[in-house]
T-cell receptor, first 111, second 111 residues
Framework: EDQVTQSPEALRLQEGESSSLNCSYT??????LFWYRQDPGKGPEFLFTLYSAGEEKEKERLKATLTKKESFLHITAPKPEDSATYLC????????????FGGGTRLMVKP | EPEVTQTPSHQVTQMGQEVILRCVPISNHLYFYWYRQILGQKVEFLVSFYNNEISEKSEIFDDQFSVERPDGSNFTLKIRSTKLEDSAMYFC?????????FGSGTRLTVV
């Protein structure tokens, strides 16, 4: 069974204090790993797709990296508007187009 | 930017009643999905739909659930006889080229 575990569950940062969120996964064969941002009462908003170990993607203050067992979302000099829940999801090779989500990391950035 | 549109944003229904949740996926996407998120829990896959038929479904998607694409633009999820435990946010999504785009969701409350 495919599993996705995110840590920490919640993270409080001061504005400008860089940190990383972790996503550990167990799948029979990874087809893609996805990062989403979710604001309260809203749907997941696409950030990145990573396909193979060693791959990195960047967007503004966010950088996602991938190894064979986990992915990291690095947040550099965060701002209060980066406060949200960050979701990790995997698509396994034998699971068609189904995404399996982790529980998310709730990030709060204080000014 | 193209988006997935869901209606209604909130739905309150009595236990045992039928509900239909509506979605307009992105027009050039071919795969459509329903996910749900019970308050405080993970986003869970319900069903995927391709070429006018169900391609995958989870254990959650039992005989009480059905999906339909009644015309060229809408995609619906019907719950025949709602239960208290069906209370959740329901997200519609569509995908193309490895990117899943989610709608803002319908909050379903069963009383």
């Amino acid at each position: 069974e495919d599993q996705v575990t995110q840590s920490p569950e919640a993270l409080r940062l001061q504005e400008g204090e860089s940190s990383s969120l972790n996503c550990s996964y167990t799948v029979s064969g990874l087809r893609g790993l996805f990062w989403y941002r979710q604001d309260p009462g809203k749907g997941p908003e696409f950030l990145f797709t990573l396909y193979s170990a060693g791959e990195e993607k960047e967007k503004e203050r966010l950088k996602a990296t991938l190894t064979k067992k986990e992915s990291f979302l690095h947040i550099t000099a965060p701002k209060p508007e980066d406060s949200a829940t960050y979701l990790c999801a995997v698509q396994a090779r034998d699971a068609g187009n189904m995404l399996t989500f982790g529980g998310g990391t709730r990030l709060m950035v204080k000014p | 930017e193209p988006e997935v549109t869901q209606t209604p944003s909130h739905q309150v229904t009595q236990m045992g009643q039928e509900v239909i949740l509506r979605c307009v996926p992105i027009s050039n996407h071919l795969y459509f999905y329903w996910y749900r998120q019970i308050l405080g829990q993970k986003v869970e896959f319900l069903v995927s739909f391709y070429n006018n038929e169900i391609s995958e479904k989870s254990e959650i998607f039992d005989d009480q659930f059905s999906v339909e694409r009644p015309d060229g633009s809408n995609f619906t999820l019907k719950i025949r006889s709602t239960k208290l435990e069906d209370s959740a946010m329901y997200f519609c999504a569509s995908s193309s080229d490895g990117v899943w785009t989610f709608g803002s969701g319908t909050r379903l409350t069963v009383v």
